[in-house]
């Protein structure tokens, strides 16, 4: 079984930096992708970045392009979300997903989900 464990996120003023990661266990092949979507309140989930594992390039929504970097550890099977200068308007719940067998056209879609990290950018 394919399980997610994320970690990161948090508390932070706005133009400072958190980071996130996501785990990747139980794979039984190695054509995937791992991204992150995030969630406010009443609204749907909204793509962040994807990665196909193997590539050396992510693909970003257009909303975080040039703050945000995604980068994969393949040997981990680990993604790491950089988000730097943040507002906030990035204040969300932030969830990691897997897909096969590679990333979604619109990086939103996934077939495993993570339970979701907080965060929460304060003026």
């Known amino acids: 079984e394919v399980q997610l464990v994320e970690s990161g996120g948090g508390l932070v003023q706005a133009g400072g930096t958190l980071n996130l990661s996501c785990t990747a266990s139980?794979?039984?092949?190695?054509?995937?992708?791992l991204g992150w979507v995030r969630q406010v309140p009443g609204k749907g989930r909204a793509a962040v970045a994807c990665m196909n594992a193997g590539d050396d390039a992510p693909y970003y929504a257009i909303s975080t392009e040039g703050r945000f970097t995604l980068s994969f550890d393949n040997p981990k099977n680990t993604v790491h979300l950089q988000m730097t200068e943040l507002r906030p308007e990035d204040t969300a719940v932030y969830y990691c997903?897997?897909?096969?067998?590679?990333?979604?056209?619109?990086?939103?879609?996934?077939?495993?989900w993570g339970q979701g990290l907080q965060v929460t950018v304060t003026a």
């Open positions: 997903g897997l897909n096969w067998p590679g990333c979604a056209p619109a990086l939103d879609a996934y077939a495993t």
């Open positions: 139980g794979l039984a092949r190695n054509n995937y992708a």
